[in-house]
């Protein structure tokens, strides 16, 4: 089989084939072996099945699997299904669908999908969260929580549709109407479970320091998401009410500026403070409207802000006999601190409030320069957290500095006994409970004797009953409809209870998961403890920056979680972190909407799967956007064309006395390209390590155009082959069986390079005239010349290659350009030729990639200048003249530079 008429996707089955009969990628633990846990965020088995981001993700993880096993880790790297969901709710709604069907049906195409791609899992360990056999260990996980005081029941807002009569998730919320029946949405406050994350927040946000291969973005966004604040908590009476509210105050320096308060438009105090006044009307209406407002997505805090006055007034003490107005406001996050905040001038935010509804500003902190403390004074602009800035109030700390005096605003406040030292954090426990079929069930019931009684260990996992005996109607919570699962008895006392219909998060699912694929078919405990202990943390974690906080913050609350259960020695589950960049087309993010997806299946169809990896991963760094490229993925096919060609092509072989230049050249490229490689793959720079191949297999077609020596051919397709293993496997297996060698390419060792092969030098040159070969084709086409009759390749004089030695050294020391320049010039061969050097210096300082990488010489370069003549005259016809610039009689020869001759086509 000639390369044109070579199958990629023929050679692809085959080897997947071969590697599943002889089960090489399976693992077990083996305590003397070094680990590596590489791992993607499992999928979400959609009907629409793997997308290119998808198959980045993959390719990603695969490639880095594949090079660690090759250097000699055993590699656990497996694959699952995050499968309960709303989506298969909604197909069971919309279209009749048995749910666990349409799931099953859909993580088998997605499988056969991976399966397609040649991606090296370990499928034995393969899970999916809808089976009991894990969502039973969820409900175990639960009970050690309720156990420990880490799982909840309390009141919570909902999103809720009063025509369905049912509560709906984010998702179900468009335009602020229920998706089904498009009924405005209300915000309805039920009994639902929350798990008490905030015990973990102190942890969560100082071990974040322990994370030192995390993207600093991701860091950031968990932090943030923590929030965590320290300040005082004052509490005051509302005015002819016996109401009080406590107030969390992050900036107690400028307490006495406080004019105002505002609350939560879900906090229920509001209905309180309002009832039976001439505001009850006005403000409840728009609570509700608010409320409907921010069960929307498009709820924007900062910019849709309003508010309403409620007619009451919170005493302020500290600050005589002063009344604060109460006003509701939208920007106000009932979740955060008591949701009732106070508010002064020295707050961006307030300060546009107060001035929206002309609310009287009292500042007490103005600048050091008197101008602009006018212009504070007289409520110009908001004046705000300079720590330079100067108190006027209280009497006590008239003058003092709002950065130096904190602390001491602390005590006082505290010695007033009003206030009390707290801290705070944005981080809300997780509510978990949803009221759908499609999920964990929660592993409670409800006796009127008994309270809240959890299901014993030895009657879980508590099933969810089969689709046919629940009705999905889109009203009301489908498990509420199968009686056999709602009426159980009691644990405790045997009698009549109710079970509990709500069930999990699906973010439950994916915050252990990881555990489980150490040892997915223990039927004792969630994981085997000893498995955990030898492959957690997991080594290398790869997905997508959408769930830096969601996901990844829960799936460290778990690990911290289960430790303290003594089920795991981890504080931390994934070492590494490397989030992926999107996969665009034509500047946008794919998508059905826009009409530019790609379907992987037709790229795997038209160039076979190693074409799709090799593009996804060339094209850009992994954590970089990746814009689609037919082009591209063209280019990518003829490459793989090229390395097979290489393998199976007839050669003209030399007769083997001794190494010429053009054999130690090849020896050299291949040595530097394990060495280059190596370093780019751990580095996680796959493009460029791509790249680096690419020059290798370039190097080595042109080598067997002409005799090669066979050694050293067998040596660089050999270790080209190895090379190539990680990024297109199923063409690196051919290519090692086609050289007659035994085993699988996958399972040997990574190569690695001989530091005394590597002939820099002889590699510049090479590099040379590849370099030059390229400019002279550019010159073409921007000239417009097909058949060129004459070319002349003109060499830079010898002083411009002493100069740039020096500049080379002397940039390591200074970037100073008169410095540079005088340095230069004292050289006596360089000095006649002073402007020009200010202008190569100039130059050079603003681009230093205009100095070569290596500085060869005049000698070498006029070497490799011949090279590039013989090549232009065999392909083109051309008459070529190699020049020396100080002879020449060529306009251009001034342009010379080393590594860079003055072309001229004539």
Not at 248 to 257: E, G, I, K
Not at 361 to 387: F, I, S, T, W
Not at 689 to 704: C, Q, R
């Amino acid at each position: 089989m000639t390369d044109a008429e070579v199958d990629f996707n023929k050679i692809a089955k085959k080897w997947q084939k071969k590697w599943a009969d002889s089960g090489i990628f399976k693992v077990r633990e083996e305590p003397k072996k070094k680990k590596f846990y590489c791992l993607e965020m499992f999928p979400y088995p959609s009907g629409a099945g793997l997308h290119m981001g998808h198959v980045r993700n993959y390719a990603i993880g695969d490639c880095h699997a594949r090079y660690k096993r090759m250097r000699g880790f055993n590699v656990l790297y497996p694959m699952g299904y995050d499968a309960f969901g709303l989506p298969a709710e909604n197909a069971a709604i919309k279209n009749k669908i048995n749910p666990k069907k349409w799931t099953e049906d859909n993580m088998a195409l997605m499988k056969s999908q991976q399966k397609q791609l040649g991606l090296s899992y370990d499928w034995d360990r393969e899970l999916a969260t809808c089976y009991p056999e894990y969502y039973g260990w969820n409900q175990w996980i639960f009970l050690k929580m309720l156990e420990k005081g880490l799982a909840y029941k309390k009141k919570a807002l909902a999103n809720w549709c009063p025509s369905c009569k049912t509560v709906l998730a984010n998702e179900q919320v468009v335009d602020g109407g229920c998706w089904r029946c498009h009924s405005p949405v209300e915000q309805k406050e039920l009994e639902q479970w929350f798990l008490k994350i905030t015990a973990y927040a102190d942890q969560l946000l100082t071990d974040l320091d322990k994370l030192g291969n995390w993207p600093e973005r991701v860091k950031v966004m968990q932090k943030n998401w923590i929030g965590k604040s320290e300040g005082v908590t004052t509490t005051f009476k509302v005015k002819d009410m016996d109401i009080k509210f406590s107030v969390f105050d992050s900036v107690p320096q400028t307490f006495m500026a406080q004019t105002f308060t505002v609350i939560a438009p879900e906090h229920p105090a509001v209905k309180e403070l309002v009832k039976g006044t001439k505001h009850e009307k006005q403000v409840m209406e728009f609570v509700e409207r608010i409320k409907r407002k921010k069960a929307t997505d498009k709820f924007d805090i900062e910019k849709d802000m309003e508010g309403i006055f409620t007619g009451r007034y919170l005493e302020y003490p500290l600050a005589g006999d002063r009344l604060l107005p109460i006003w509701v406001a939208s920007f106000v996050v009932y979740e955060y601190g008591s949701g009732v905040v106070n508010c002064s001038a020295h707050d961006k935010r307030d300060f546009d409030f107060a001035r929206k509804y002309e609310i009287p500003l009292h500042p007490v902190m103005h600048p050091p320069d008197a101008k602009e403390a006018e212009k504070v004074r007289n409520l110009e602009y908001c004046y705000y957290k300079d720590p330079e800035g100067i108190l006027d109030e209280p009497a006590k700390f008239k003058g003092r500095k709002w950065g130096d005096v904190r602390e001491d605003i602390v005590r006082h406040l505290e010695s007033t006994g009003y206030g009390k030292k707290e801290v705070n954090y944005k981080l809300r426990d997780w509510l978990i409970s949803r009221q759908r079929y499609w999920g964990t069930p929660i592993p409670v019931v409800y006796c009127k004797k008994c309270g809240i009684v959890g299901v014993p260990e030895k009657e879980l996992p508590v099933m969810l009953p089969e689709p046919e005996k629940v009705k999905f109607t889109g009203e009301g919570n489908p498990l509420d409809s199968c009686g056999e699962f709602v009426n159980v008895k009691c644990p405790k006392c045997k009698a009549d209870a109710r079970r509990e219909t709500d069930t999990m998060d699906t973010f439950v699912d994916s915050s252990w998961y990881f555990l489980r694929y150490c040892s997915n078919k223990e039927q004792k405990m969630p994981f085997d403890q000893k498995a955990a202990e030898y492959w957690m943390p997991v080594d290398q974690y790869i997905g997508g920056i959408e769930h830096a906080v969601m996901h990844l913050l829960y799936a460290r609350f778990f690990t911290k979680v289960l430790r303290d259960l003594k089920l795991v020695d981890a504080d931390e589950p994934f070492s590494n972190l490397l989030c992926q960049g999107m996969v665009l087309k034509d500047g946008a993010v794919m998508s059905k909407s826009k009409g530019n997806v790609v379907d992987p299946r037709t790229i795997i169809e038209k160039f076979g799967p190693d074409t799709a990896r090799l593009f996804i991963l060339f094209m850009a760094m992994p954590e970089k956007e990746l814009e689609w490229s037919d082009k591209g993925v063209e280019g990518s096919f003829r490459l793989l064309r090229k390395i097979y060609s290489l393998a199976t092509k007839k050669l003209s072989y030399g007769n083997g006395k001794g190494l010429l230049s053009k054999d130690k050249q090849v020896l050299s490229k291949t040595h530097s390209t394990i060495k280059k490689t190596t370093e780019m793959v751990e580095e996680f720079r796959l493009n460029a390590a791509i790249g680096g191949v690419i020059e290798l297999v370039n190097v080595l077609s042109k080598y067997s155009e002409g005799e090669v020596n066979k050694e050293v051919y067998k040596e660089a397709l050999l270790n080209l082959t190895l090379l190539a293993a990680p990024f297109a496997p199923h063409i690196a297996e051919e290519l090692w069986e086609i050289q007659g060698r035994k085993g699988f390419a996958s399972l040997q060792n990574w190569p690695e390079y001989e530091e005394e092969k590597i002939d820099k030098e002889a590699e510049a040159m090479e590099q040379l005239v590849h370099t030059t070969l390229s400019d002279f084709e550019t010159v073409l086409q921007l000239a417009k010349i097909e058949k060129p009759k004459e070319v002349v390749l003109v060499v830079a004089p010898g002083w411009k290659y002493e100069l740039f030695r020096i500049l080379k050294e002397e940039l390591k020391k200074t970037r100073d350009q008169r410095a540079l320049i005088n340095t230069c010039l004292a050289e006596k061969d360089i000095k006649p030729h002073g402007q020009e050097v200010a202008k190569i210096v100039q130059a050079v300082l603003k681009d230093p990639g205009k100095l070569p990488q290596m500085i060869l010489g005049k000698e070498k370069e006029q070497e490799a200048y011949a090279a590039a003549k013989e090549t232009i005259e065999k392909e083109y016809g051309a008459k070529v003249k190699v020049e020396d610039a100080e002879k020449s009689k060529e306009q251009k020869a001034r342009q010379a530079m080393p590594g860079k001759p003055a072309i001229v086509v004539r």
